[in-house]
């Protein structure tokens, strides 16, 4: 069963960059047909798509925040790492990344990131 993980900074500053990782267990990243997503839920707000990169190291990004956003992995270390740049108070969310394989959404617990001078 995979297993996944957040961990980053809970605190940023406006105009920083956002830097988190996904550690992921119980199954490798570059898994044929794997789909590793980023997406997180500001407070008192539905959740929101950030962006993708799959198993063979393609990205795609939700068109409100490609300005902003990369995702990388590493693949020896089997994690994939979201950045987030010229952050704002609307960063401020809660942040899950999930595995999106064999058409089921499994997610990490998520981490609170707030974005506050």
């Known amino acids: 069963q995979v297993q996944l993980q957040e961990s980053g900074p809970g605190l940023v500053k406006p105009s920083q960059t956002l830097s988190l990782t996904c550690t992921v267990s119980?199954?490798?990243?570059?898994?044929?047909?794997?789909?590793w997503r980023w997406i997180r839920q500001p407070p008192g707000k539905g959740l929101e798509w950030i962006g993708y990169?799959?198993?063979?190291?393609?990205?795609n990004y939700s068109p409100s925040l490609k300005s902003r956003t990369s995702i990388s992995w590493d693949t020896s270390k089997n994690q994939f790492i979201l950045q987030l740049t010229s952050v704002t108070f609307e960063d401020t969310a809660v942040y899950y990344c999930?595995?999106?394989?064999?058409?089921?959404?499994?997610w990490g617990r998520g981490t609170q990131v707030t974005v506050s001078s």
């Open positions: 999930a595995r999106d394989f064999d058409w089921k959404l499994e």
């Open positions: 990169i799959n198993y063979e190291g393609d990205t």
């Open positions: 119980g199954a490798s990243i570059t898994k044929y047909g794997s789909y």
